[in-house]
Nanobody
Framework: QVQLVESGGGLVQAGGSLRLSCAAS????????WGWYRQAPGKQREMVAT???????NYADSVKGRFTISRDNAKNTVFLQINSLKPEDTAVYYC??????????????WGQGTQVTVSS
């Protein structure tokens, strides 16, 4: 079974930076696309950034220009570089992978989440 393990979260002051990583294991048929999502207390989970197998990226308006998603296909790893952090970026950040199955379908897999806390 595919597993995703996130790392890189922590406590940082406003204006600071973090680099989140998410590594996938037990990948057999490949990963189509990756995504980073976040969920703040009392709010719904929201998309932060996505990247396709071809490298096309998409960002939430609230993070454009500050966040950068990238992927290392050889290592089945995705990254999220977060700059100019704001207190409103405080949330649990989740990694998502759209993985291929043996019959050509897509199966979504989620990581356990990593906490990002931004102090003002």
């Amino acid at each position: 079974q595919v597993q995703l393990v996130e790392s890189g979260g922590g406590l940082v002051q406003a204006g600071g930076s973090l680099r989140l990583s998410c590594a996938a294991s037990r990948i057999i048929f490949g990963i189509n696309a990756w995504g980073w999502y976040r969920q703040a207390p009392g709010k719904q989970r929201e998309m932060v950034a996505t990247i396709t197998s071809g490298g096309d990226t998409n960002y939430a308006d609230s993070v454009k220009g500050r966040f950068t998603i990238s992927r290392d296909n050889a290592k089945n790893t995705v990254f999220l570089q977060i700059n100019s952090l704001k207190p409103e970026d405080t949330a649990v950040y989740y990694c998502n992978a759209d993985t291929w199955t043996y019959n050509g379908r897509i199966m979504k897999v989620w990581g356990q989440g990593t906490q990002v806390t931004v102090s003002s």
